[in-house]
């Protein structure tokens, strides 16, 4: 099956940009996704990348996908304090695939 | 657009009670939805997935018996655990997903903690 593995921790100043790294086992995932989750609350989605793009960018966020090297980052530009939370990356286990595999989640810590 | 409601919140019960828990979608159809099972500071573990009309797939370890799952419309998922002890105490968490177009991402409801006394 399909492994993702993220940092468990971040540390960043208020203003500065944030990247948040993940690698997958799974070159067949077809599309993979961020999300964040605050304490005590279920999941936000943030943004997705498809498998045959290098790069995406929304607003403060911009997604990297290295598909070579099954890398997979979030760039979240002025980082602000309510950017505080834990982020997922999450893969699809494959082209045709519903199902998401999560990492262990990176949590954020923005320094005022 | 693409909200999910999960109920209730929290719940604290005595060991040996079955709690129901409900997911709806609210301004979508969803063909399927997802219940996963979150320890603290863990990832999110997917117990089962459900498509409406039909038996749920439970995932390798995750007692069906246990974890009753029922998706009766577009629109509702319930997980009842049955009959549930301490080591059932979790953050459980259902997803939804859209019944139309090749990228739906799943949409997350809002979880439910679980604390069994």
């Known amino acids: 099956g399909e492994d993702v593995e993220q940092s468990l921790f971040l540390s960043v100043r208020e203003g500065d940009s944030s990247v948040i790294n993940c690698t997958y086992t799974d070159s067949s995932s077809t599309y993979l996704y961020w999300y964040k989750q605050e304490p005590g609350a279920g999941l936000q989605l943030l943004t997705y990348?498809?498998?045959?793009?290098d790069m995406k960018q929304d607003q403060r966020l911009t997604v990297l996908l290295n598909k070579k090297d099954k890398h997979l980052s979030l760039r979240i530009a002025d980082t602000q304090t309510g950017d505080s939370a834990i982020y997922f990356c999450?893969?699809?286990?494959?082209?045709?695939?519903?199902?998401?595999?999560f990492g262990k989640g990176t949590k954020l810590s923005v320094i005022p | 657009g693409a909200v999910v409601s999960q109920h209730p919140s929290w719940v604290i019960c005595k060991s040996g009670t079955s709690v129901k828990i409900e997911c709806r979608s609210l301004d979508f159809q969803a063909t399927t939805m997802f219940w996963y099972r979150q320890f603290p500071k863990q990832s999110l573990m997917l117990m089962a997935t459900s498509n409406e009309g039909s038996k749920a797939t439970y995932e390798q370890g995750v007692e069906k018996d246990k974890f009753l799952i029922n998706h009766a419309s577009l629109t509702l998922s319930t997980l009842t655990v049955t009959s549930a002890h301490p080591e059932d105490s979790s953050f459980y968490i259902c997803s939804a997903r859209a019944v139309t177009g090749e990228n739906q991402p799943q949409h997350f409801g809002d979880g439910t903690r679980l604390s069994i006394l």
């Open positions: 990348i498809f498998s045959n793009m």
């Open positions: 999450a893969p699809n286990s494959g082209a045709g695939s519903y199902q998401l595999t």
